[in-house]
């Protein structure tokens, strides 16, 4: 069982850079593949970024190439999303999950929720 808890989202200017981090519970926390998703108002969720359990990232959306980095310590049982140069398009609610031996980017892989973090980047 891991719990996740998701902080640092709020209202930013376009430009302006988000640490978003999230912190879990769970014994066995350095063995899950960790993801974060968004979801925008009238959109579906999407995979935003992926990071093993080792801590190599398996992957980044095409529109946060570049502008987003996913880490993690597993020491402390926390990830983190560091965001810059974000747009207006990256408003969403964002997620943290947890999914046992997952490499993929699909929602149905992941087991572990948090409740979310509002992001919105105003023009």
């Known amino acids: 069982q891991v719990q996740l808890e998701e902080s640092g989202g709020r209202l930013v200017q376009a430009g302006g850079s988000l640490r978003l981090s999230c912190a879990a519970s769970?014994?066995?926390?350095?063995?899950?593949?960790m993801a974060w998703f968004r979801q925008a108002p009238g959109k579906e969720r999407e995979c935003v970024a992926v990071?093993?359990?080792?801590?190599?990232?398996?992957y980044y959306a095409d529109s946060v190439k570049g502008r987003f980095t996913t880490s993690r310590d597993n020491a402390k049982n926390t990830v983190s999303l560091q965001m810059n140069s974000l747009k207006p398009e990256d408003t969403a609610v964002y997620y943290c999950?947890?999914?046992?031996?997952?490499?993929?980017?699909?929602?149905?892989?992941?087991?572990?929720w948090g409740q979310g973090t509002q992001v919105t980047v105003s023009s």
């Open positions: 999950t947890a999914g046992w031996g997952v490499r993929g980017q699909s929602a149905t892989e992941y087991d572990y």
């Open positions: 769970g014994r066995t926390f350095n063995r899950y593949t």
């Open positions: 990071v093993t359990w080792s801590g190599g990232s398996l």
